[in-house]
T-cell receptor
Framework: SQQGEEDPQALSIQEGENATMNCSYK?????LQWYRQNSGRGLVHLIL?????REKHSGRLRVTLDTSKKSSSLLITASRAADTASYFC????????????FGKGITLSVRP | EPEVTQTPSHQVTQMGQEVILRCVPI?????FYWYRQILGQKVEFLVS????????KSEIFDDQFSVERPDGSNFTLKIRSTKLEDSAMYFC?????????FGPGTRLTVT
């Protein structure tokens, strides 16, 4: 299985702090995507990083990818209460119709 | 900004009944997917669809499931005879490049 696994499973921080979430996977991938899910809602695409990229930024998000360690991290800087949600990494392997394989997710709580 | 839409948002059905979950993918996307998420568990892949045919399906996607793109805009998931264990959130997704964009989901409750 190439499934991603995130850690920690739950993270609680104060507003304004940075949140770092990690994801590990088992097999070679084509890309890795991070999603956010508010309670009972849909999956919002945050950022994609390709296997030949090491770091990517989008607003307050920074994603890194280490293919030698088969791991990725998502950093949210200057967190806000509205960032409270579950965060998932999802991996995709090479293939035109490739499915996403999700991890179990990280529950992030940002205290005001 | 274009979005994937899904209807209904919540469907309650009795065991053994047929249900059809509907999705309207983003209009210029070419690849379509269904996933499900049982409460408290991870999101699981069900099926991918491209060029009017299934390109990949998981073990979950047995003979009780089928997908269709009947009119070039809708993408449907049918469950012929629902079981209690089919209760879950069902997500449709579509893509044109690498990013998959998900709809808000349909919560299916089988009683």
């Amino acid at each position: 299985s190439q499934q991603g696994e995130e850690d920690p499973q739950a993270l609680s921080i104060q507003e304004g702090e940075n949140a770092t979430m990690n994801c590990s996977y088992k097999t070679s991938i084509n890309n890795l995507q991070w999603y956010r899910q508010n309670s009972g809602r849909g999956l919002v695409h945050l950022i994609l990083i390709r296997s030949n990229e090491r770091e990517k930024h989008s607003g307050r998000l920074r994603v890194t990818l280490d293919t030698s360690k088969k791991s990725s991290s998502l950093l949210i800087t200057a967190s806000r209460a509205a960032d409270t949600a579950s965060y998932f990494c999802a991996t995709s392997y090479t293939g035109a119709n490739s499915k996403l394989t999700f991890g179990k997710g990280i529950t992030l709580s940002v205290r005001p | 900004e274009p979005e994937v839409t899904q209807t209904p948002s919540h469907q309650v059905t009795q065991m053994g009944q047929e249900v059809i979950l509907r999705c309207v993918p983003i209009s210029n996307h070419l690849y379509f997917y269904w996933y499900r998420q049982i409460l408290g568990q991870k999101v699981e892949f069900l099926v991918s669809f491209y060029n009017n045919e299934i390109s990949e399906k998981s073990e979950i996607f047995d003979d009780q499931f089928s997908v269709e793109r009947p009119d070039g805009s809708n993408f449907t998931l049918k469950i012929r005879s629902t079981k209690l264990e089919d209760s879950a959130m069902y997500f449709c997704a579509s893509r044109i490049l690498y990013e998959q964009y998900f709809g808000p989901g349909t919560r299916l409750t089988v009683t």
